[in-house]
């Protein structure tokens, strides 16, 4: 789940929202009020609140509003409004399941003090908890809110289990070529990686203003898959791997007025996700030459099509490989027809469905699902995920010092 720019305006609310006008016409408390109001009558007309229930926490919520400029949502409103959140993202295929996901409340992580070794802690266990011994969940832990007068903490890391990318002298990558500036900003703090290709980036963590911290992950947060092939037993010598889920953790959760700065989102993964791009993207690990050559193809020119037969039977392992080891990972076939299971319910539910036409269709094989003939608009409602500002790695230049955004 990634996203670009900036939301367009909110959109008009159902017409079962607009029914209920007994919730009243909201003064103009500012943004928080109108957007928490909003969210307030959108969870009322999708049931998770009774319109009495709604109308007398419109109340509260306006009067804490207009005292402290904040206010502070119930666990329900974090639950529910999060899983909308999700099912508004345009940028994610697998938003069928989206009343599945769990919600963890963090907002306390850290106390008053700002730990960033309590932090630390609630995310490793949002890591071993996402695991759960293969069975990947679906699973958003929410941390403290910006506040008027003070931000909330952040990650430098993308997604909570990346891989390092060390440049060398020659300007080649030893590693992810995604995070060699990542990289180069976590050893001016001081950590030194092992100098391989899979060498787990630590988690910064950083509360504005403050100098940021790294930890080093614990192994058993980051369970790891080995790649191997079915019919071809020569690429376990390529010593490829991958960890076994994606923890997004660059993306703001805008939700009934407020920005909840870190929200670490995990799920299973796409086979191509994997195969298609991590493994295969030239600006990343670049291993279809290594896999063609294995297949003892002819790599001198495009018309072979080499690429393509080598991208195939990686996606081939990346699948076989993690069957193997019991942990849950998707089909690029069985996620886009559930992607249009998700739209079908979403319109006999009165909703639109949100999505990025070149998010949703795979990275191989677009032609053969369900979505590629199918035309979405990119639209932004809130509550949604949005990306964060690209970090700032030079300190000198950062008016607060350290990493901003």
């Known amino acids: 789940m990634t996203s670009a720019g900036a939301f367009a305006p909110l959109s008009s609310p159902s017409a079962s929202a607009q029914r209920g006008d007994a919730l009243g016409d909201p003064p103009d408390l500012g943004p928080v009020a109108t957007e928490a109001e909003a969210l307030l009558r959108q969870l009322a007309s999708e049931g998770h609140l009774l319109s009495e229930a709604a109308e007398q926490r419109v109340r509260g919520v306006r009067a804490e509003v207009a005292g402290t400029g904040r206010y502070r ?3 329900e409103e974090l639950l529910q409004g999060s899983r909308i959140a999700w099912r508004n993202n345009p940028q994610c295929v697998g938003k069928f ?6 919600v963890r409340d963090c907002r306390e992580a850290g106390g008053a003090a700002g730990d960033e070794g309590d932090l630390f802690e609630a995310l490793v266990e949002h890591l071993r908890l996402s695991w759960n011994g293969g069975r990947i969940r679906l699973l958003l832990s929410v941390f403290a809110p910006d506040e ?4 909330g903490p952040r990650v ?5 289990i990346r891989y390092a990318g060390y440049r060398r002298q020659d300007g080649s990558v030893l590693g992810d070529p995604e995070t060699v500036r990542l990289t180069e900003a976590v050893q001016q703090l001081g950590w030194r990686g092992r100098g391989t290709e899979w060498d787990v980036l630590p988690l910064v963590i950083q509360w504005p203003g403050r100098e940021p911290r790294f930890f080093e992950l614990p192994p058993d947060a980051v369970p790891e898959v080995r790649i191997t092939h079915p019919d071809h037993p020569w690429l376990e010598q390529l010593g490829l791997r991958w960890h076994a889920f994606p923890t997004i953790s ?5 939700l009934g007025g407020l920005r909840y700065p870190l929200a670490p989102f995990s799920a299973w993964y796409t086979c191509t996700e994997i195969g298609a791009r991590n493994l295969s993207d030239t600006n990343r690990y670049d291993k279809l030459p290594a896999v063609a050559r294995g297949m003892g193809l002819d790599t001198s020119r495009d018309r072979t099509l080499w690429r393509d037969r080598a991208l195939l039977e990686l996606i081939a392992a990346v699948l076989h490989s993690y069957d193997l080891a019991g942990i849950s990972i998707i089909d690029h076939h069985f996620a886009t027809k559930q992607f249009v299971r998700h739209e079908e319910r979403e319109q006999k539910n009165g909703r639109g469905c949100p999505a990025d036409w070149s998010a949703i269709v795979p990275a191989t094989s677009g032609s053969t699902t369900p979505v590629w003939q199918r035309r979405y608009e ?3 409602q809130r509550p949604n995920f949005s990306p964060h500002p690209e970090l700032c790695w030079q300190p000198a230049s950062c008016p607060s010092g350290g990493a901003t955004g």
């Open 250 to 254: 660059n993306q703001v959760l805008e």
């Open 156 to 160: 430098w890391n993308g997604q909570l």
């Open 378 to 380: 990119p639209t932004r």
């Open 148 to 151: 008027p007068g003070r931000r």
């Open 97 to 102: 399941y989206w009343k599945a996901l769990e």
């Open 73 to 75: 949502q119930t666990a």
